[in-house]
């Protein structure tokens, strides 16, 4: 049993130095892998905030764009209001110019009428 007791110790000495490393590795390892995930948790509640506050934003966007439609409604409902108005004023002002023609044609037409009373 003494060269199984030796064969023993000696793996033991070269064996037990190793693993003692390996399982140091192990920790450190682990130690850094506990920080990364800490680290991701806090990025992962940093984006969860960002996407809450980006949905906020966009419906606040939403919104806005709604006001902004019923205004444009609203707007082009006037502009077309105000363009029927204008065509009836442009009608009413061709006949006052017509009007105002034909006041100056009956006017020389009574002239003439006069003119030719008085020759006769």
Do not use: C, W
Not at 5 to 10: F, K
Not at 73 to 78: K, P, Q, V, Y
Not at 81 to 107: F, G, T
């Amino acid at each position: 049993m003494d060269i199984k007791e030796a064969i023993r110790s000696g793996l033991k000495e070269l064996i037990l130095p190793e693993l003692d490393g390996i399982k140091n590795e192990n920790r450190e390892i682990m130690t850094k892998l506990d920080m990364t995930n800490k680290r991701l948790d806090d990025i992962n509640l940093h984006l969860a905030d960002q996407s809450r506050r980006i949905d906020e934003t966009n419906k606040r966007i939403d919104e806005t764009n709604k006001r902004i439609d019923k205004t444009k409604d609203f707007l082009i409902a006037r502009i077309e209001e105000i363009n029927r108005r204008l065509d009836r004023l442009y009608e009413v002002i061709v006949r006052r110019e017509e009007h105002e023609k034909l006041e100056l044609r009956i006017m020389k037409l009574e002239e003439t009428v006069s003119l030719i009373k008085e020759n006769v």
